[in-house]
Each structure stands twice: as structure tokens, then as C-alpha cells.
């Protein structure tokens, strides 16, 4: 990955378009992510979203940069920006599912994902499994596996 920062901070110097440059903060901003530097990772997911402030992926990834670094704050204004017409919108109450574990409002949490269901019913099977992990790190197991043979009974995309 270090091979891959050079060539992308060598592309940003070169960059004559917002395009460039974005896709290069962007890709950055993830390897940063991936290697557990979130201070980084912000700085870099935080230029490409002053390019690209709908696109819902980079949201995800800035929020998650701001739970890693711990300012649970940032990640929940970050995720108040996700497109609510989005096709992905299941993907920010997953996010926020996260951001209510993080601050251990795991009813919360299922509350949110069970939303996100009703939202997006055919992201159920994904959605169970995220409600499933939950009950299963809190020692439910018959609720874990109840959400588990759900996720199993869809296709999880």
C-alpha cells in the first residue's frame, strides 16, 4: 500500500480536475482507513467530500474514519448528511447502527437496523445478520439465531 500512497499523492500533484483530485483523496482516504491511521484517513476522506459531498460511500467511510478516531460526534454529523432518497439508504442505518454500538445503545442499534428493514425490505437478510451480531455479543443467542435463519432464508447481497 505504501507503493500505491506515492502514486496517489503524485497524482494529486499532477490532478487539473476535481475528479482527479477527488478520486485520489478518496483512495487515500480508504488506505488510510485500512491501516488504522483515522486521523489520516479524515484528512483525506475530508478534501474529497468538499468535492463530492452526496456521494454516500465516502460518507460511510468519513463516518467510520470519525468512529475509529473515537469523535462519535463528527461521525453522526457525517452520517446526517446521507442522501435520504439514496438507493443505498440501508447503508446509513447500518452506519448508524454502528455509531449507537460504539456508545453501547444497543437497543438503539437493533432499533435502528430493524428501521432500516422497513425501509429497505429487501436488504433484510443483510440487516438480520448486522441484528443478529448484536444479540449475539450480548449473550442472546436464541435472539441471535432467530435473526441468523432469517439472514439464511434470504440472499444476502
Same mark, same amino acid.
Given at each position: 500500500?505504501?507503493?500505491?500512497?506515492?502514486?496517489?499523492?503524485?497524482?494529486?500533484?499532477?490532478?487539473?480536475?476535481?475528479?482527479?483530485?477527488?478520486?485520489?483523496?478518496?483512495?487515500?482516504?480508504?488506505?488510510?482507513?485500512? /491501516?488504522?491511521?483515522?486521523? @489520516?484517513?479524515?484528512?483525506?476522506?475530508? #478534501? $474529497? !467530500?468538499?468535492?463530492?459531498? *452526496?456521494?454516500?460511500?465516502?460518507?460511510?467511510?468519513?463516518?467510520?474514519?470519525?468512529?475509529?478516531?473515537?469523535?462519535?460526534?463528527?461521525?453522526?454529523?457525517?452520517?446526517?448528511?446521507?442522501?435520504?432518497?439514496?438507493?443505498?439508504?440501508?447503508?446509513?442505518?447500518?452506519? /448508524?447502527?454502528?455509531?449507537? @454500538?460504539?456508545?453501547?445503545?444497543?437497543? #438503539? $442499534? !437493533?432499533?435502528?437496523?430493524? *428501521?432500516?428493514?422497513?425501509?429497505?425490505?429487501?436488504?433484510?437478510?443483510?440487516?438480520?445478520?448486522?441484528?443478529?451480531?448484536?444479540?449475539?455479543?450480548?449473550?442472546?443467542?436464541?435472539?441471535?439465531?432467530?435473526?441468523?435463519?432469517?439472514?439464511?432464508?434470504?440472499?444476502?447481497?
Amino acid at each position: 500500500l505504501s507503493n500505491a500512497t506515492t502514486y496517489l499523492n503524485k497524482g494529486l500533484e499532477f490532478a487539473d480536475n476535481e475528479e482527479s483530485k477527488f478520486a485520489c483523496y478518496n483512495e487515500l482516504g480508504i488506505i488510510n482507513l485500512l /491501516q488504522n491511521s483515522p486521523e @489520516k484517513a479524515i484528512e483525506y476522506l475530508s #478534501k $474529497a !467530500i468538499e468535492i463530492k459531498p *452526496a456521494d454516500e460511500l465516502l460518507i460511510m467511510n468519513l463516518s467510520t474514519a470519525f468512529i475509529s478516531h473515537g469523535d462519535i460526534a463528527n461521525a453522526q454529523k457525517t452520517i446526517d448528511n446521507f442522501p435520504s432518497n439514496s438507493e443505498l439508504n440501508y447503508l446509513r442505518f447500518i452506519q /448508524q447502527s454502528e455509531i449507537f @454500538k460504539t456508545t453501547a445503545e444497543f437497543d #438503539k $442499534a !437493533i432499533a435502528t437496523l430493524e *428501521a432500516g428493514i422497513a425501509k429497505s425490505p429487501n436488504q433484510e437478510p443483510f440487516l438480520s445478520c448486522k441484528i443478529g451480531e448484536i444479540h449475539q455479543k450480548l449473550g442472546n443467542y436464541n435472539k441471535a439465531e432467530e435473526y441468523y435463519q432469517i439472514a439464511l432464508a434470504g440472499n444476502i447481497n
